[in-house]
């Protein structure tokens, strides 16, 4: 019987001694945080995406509730959301222009030649890696959709002629697409950048027309048609300087013989020029 | 000897692979020139390091042998004309990495008797180390093997490592190619001039020649020319895939195992290719430049394969033309069928680098996409992987796309793609496409991490 006490006993003095010592951990090692980060993270939408430039929505709430970042920055949210947040915290709402992911190619397999069949792994990453892939211009998109594949907010679609089309309303900004490219043709873009270079070609005029019916041949009339300084031709191609932006028109893309500057309206549509050269065919380009 | 070498342990390493080696397709043909290409495309970046910075101009005329391009930096190498010709443009080519690079693009005159008028007399004995390093780099030497390395850096180790062995690398283990054999058994004197230089700039006390024992012929031709006054020896090796690897071979030949992120130099050897010291041995007496080199031009969809002395830049299309490439050609790869890479275009030129141009046929079963299966943890792949790594680790790391902990956790960065797990892997599974991949990846991120 006594061993039973003394077992009982000892657990229940030991069981006081160590709960003295975590009462007391608590009171010495207590860390104040302010109640309002949970509350402005439930307001997020944890996409953890990194657009707004932080880590993911914890930080953002941090600093959000520091002061340090106002609310609009966080693209992912609707504006009534982040309204929602600016009031909470009784803060302005603050500018943040959403920002989407471009691409800089519009050579689909309709309009693209190729070069090579490639026949290796299904991969654009894997094809760049064996001589630059099959297409025959060197910058193009290979279309086989490692940026559709890797957007998590299913934002990127491949269109049947193996070009990605980015959904606006659904681009988040978070640059995965940006590093997964093996040829770095996409690039984070204000919204209202809406003239935009839809190549990367970087070879002369002739010998690049060889390579896509819609290249970029640096013949120069857009930027004689827009005011001065908005488009440069810089080393065989148009370059749009968005320092200028306020200055873009749809007048810059009309005479582009063959529709590689184009202007996005802002429900995501891709506008050509009016003298872009036409394409009809539906079918991929053959073999050259 | 007799029958006690049957008990005697050929030098090799651990693991690796036992291709079938289709050398007997050019390895009797002896090298021989081709015509000139029309034009000449020289790649300003065909070493590792610094590209060379031009010092012609569009429209100069140039001689055969005149250098054109100028090193930029120490870890650097000129380029000089590989042809009498006029300079058309200095524009971007492909190449067989992918993206295009700024190269030389040279008219070559039918008419010219392309003799090398770049004479310059030096008695090789009156030279010391550092002027051999620097008439090494003048000559515009890169590793001729394949890696492309500046030749003259390896003589220069880093400051507290002493070379104590010169390496040889005579193994040639890609299939198909038979350029170094050809070599060793045509240039063997300007090979040992080459190897005395190599001695000489970096101080080592001997050399040894690591030849696959499927070149015996070129074992017994060496021995005979070696005299015994020279610190030099030529010993055979197994034949074994990738036993031309410089880690792999410095372990064959003197059981020294090279530190994880070493270089050779830790272990006191440098390795050199016959190639690269042949054309030392034949360039540096007369002080001219790299101009041309020998490349094997063999496969099955090749007409009449054989051994070339090919000038630099000349476009694989034209030297193709030269040796039959049929219809039935499906793939061309530059370099061996292993590690080298099939290229998507025919306009890429032959570089310094390229040992060796290999068309394979259309209906080759090697080329049709096999169906990938799952890991079935045979570790296959494991007892073949030459430098110990886990590749169906690091397979289905990948497939996770977890390409970080790939590099910090699995050593990543110490595959070579020697391509040995994806040839034994009974899945099929593309194991090597999968780590370059993710090295590529791994490049990416770092690069953007540096600028941002």
């Keep these: 019987m006594a061993t039973i006490f003394t077992a009982v006993g000892f657990m229940a003095a030991l069981g006081l001694l160590l709960a003295l010592i975590l009462v007391l951990a608590n009171r010495r090692l207590y860390v104040y945080e302010d109640p309002r980060i949970d509350q402005v993270e439930e307001l997020l939408p944890r996409a953890n995406c990194g657009a707004c430039g932080t880590a993911g929505c914890r930080p953002f709430a941090e600093m959000l509730v520091k002061g340090e970042i106002a609310p609009g920055r966080c693209t ?109 043709l ?63 028109s749809k007048v810059a893309i009309e005479r582009c013989p063959t529709g590689s500057i184009v202007w996005i309206e802002s429900d995501g549509r891709i506008v050509k020029g009016r003298d872009a050269r036409k394409v009809v065919r539906k079918g991929a380009l053959p073999l050259t | 000897m007799g029958l006690l070498s049957i008990f005697k342990r050929r030098r090799t390493f651990d693991h690796g692979i036992y291709p079938v080696e289709h050398k007997e397709l050019t390895a009797d043909r002896p090298i021989r020139r081709l015509p000139f290409a029309p034009e000449l495309v020289i790649p300003l970046a065909q070493h590792k390091g610094a590209p060379a910075i031009p010092l012609v101009s569009v429209g100069q005329e140039v001689v055969r042998g005149e250098p054109i391009a100028r090193a930029d930096g120490f870890v650097s190498v000129p380029m000089h004309a590989p042809a009498t010709g006029v300079i058309r443009a200095i524009a971007l080519s492909p190449t067989a990495d992918g993206p295009k690079t ?49 030749s003259h850096v390896k003589m220069r180790p880093p400051s507290g490592r002493v070379i104590e062995t010169v390496i040889v690398n005579g193994c040639e283990c890609e299939p198909y190619l038979t350029c170094d054999h050809r070599i060793m058994l045509e240039q063997t004197d300007a090979l040992i001039r080459g190897i005395r230089l190599a001695l000489k700039a970096t101080g080592a006390k001997q050399a040894i020649i690591g030849v696959e024992d499927n070149k015996l012929d070129a074992v017994a031709h060496l021995r005979a020319r070696l005299s015994k006054d020279l610190p030099i020896s030529a010993e055979a090796v197994e034949t074994k895939y990738p036993q031309g690897a410089e880690k792999m071979l410095i372990k064959s030949l003197l059981g020294k195992e090279v530190p994880v992120g070493g270089l050779p130099a830790d272990v006191g050897v440098a390795v050199y290719n016959v190639g690269t010291l042949a054309q030392m041995g034949d360039l540096l007496p007369q002080g001219r430049g790299l101009i041309e080199r020998v490349v094997t031009v063999s496969g099955p969809a090749v007409d009449h394969p054989g051994n070339f002395l090919v000038p630099i830049g000349t476009p694989l299309r034209f030297l193709l033309e030269q040796v039959g490439l049929g219809d039935r050609a499906g793939e061309v790869i530059l370099g061996g069928p292993m590690m080298g890479m099939a290229v998507a275009s025919l306009d890429v030129p032959v570089t310094k680098a390229v040992s060796g141009v290999v068309a394979l046929e259309r209906e080759d079963p090697d080329l049709a996409r096999r169906k990938v299966y799952p890991c079935i943890k045979c570790a296959e792949c494991l007892k073949a992987c030459p430098v110990s790594l886990n590749p169906s680790m690091l397979g289905e790391l ?46 990416d991120q770092k690069r953007l991490k540096g600028n941002g």
């Design chain 1, 76 to 184: 992912v949210n609707s504006k009534a959301m982040n309204q929602v947040i600016a009031d909470f915290l009784g803060v302005e709402l603050g500018a943040g222009e959403k920002r989407v992911a471009r691409l800089a190619c519009a050579g689909g397999s309709h309009v693209a030649y190729l070069r090579a069949v490639y026949g290796g792994m299904e991969s654009c990453r894997a094809a760049a890696l064996v001589s630059g892939g099959g297409k025959g211009c060197s910058w193009g998109c290979l279309g086989m959709g490692d940026c559709a594949e890797v957007c998590e907010f299913d934002a990127i679609r491949l269109d049947r002629h193996g070009l990605p089309v980015v959904d606006e309303d659904k681009c988040t900004a978070c640059g995965d697409c940006v590093t997964v490219c093996p040829k770095g």
């Design chain 1, 186 to 248: 996409f690039s984070l873009h204000p919204v209202s950048h809406r003239l935009w270079v839809a190549c990367k070609n970087l070879d002369p005029g002739d010998e690049a027309e060889h390579q896509c019916e819609v290249v970029c041949t640096a013949c120069g009339r857009c930027a004689q048609d827009s005011p001065e300084g908005l488009i440069r031709i810089q080393n065989n191609l148009a370059t749009v300087d968005y320092a200028k932006n306020d200055l873009a």
């Design chain 2, 398 to 443: 990948a497939l996770a796309r977890q390409y970080e902990r790939m590099a910090d956790a699995f050593h990543l960065d110490q595959c070579f793609e020697c391509g040995c797990c994806a040839y034994v892997c009974p899945s099929n599974i593309p194991l090597t496409q999968y780590f370059r991949i993710a090295k590529s990846i791994n490049r």
């Design chain 2, 102 to 150: 700024q190269a030389i693009f040279l008219k070559v005159y039918e008419a010219a008797s392309q003799e090398v008028l770049y004479d310059l007399e030096r008695d090789l004995d009156a030279m010391g180390p550092d002027e051999i390093v620097a008439a090494v780099q003048d000559a515009g030497l890169v590793g001729l093997g394949g890696a492309a390395f500046p």
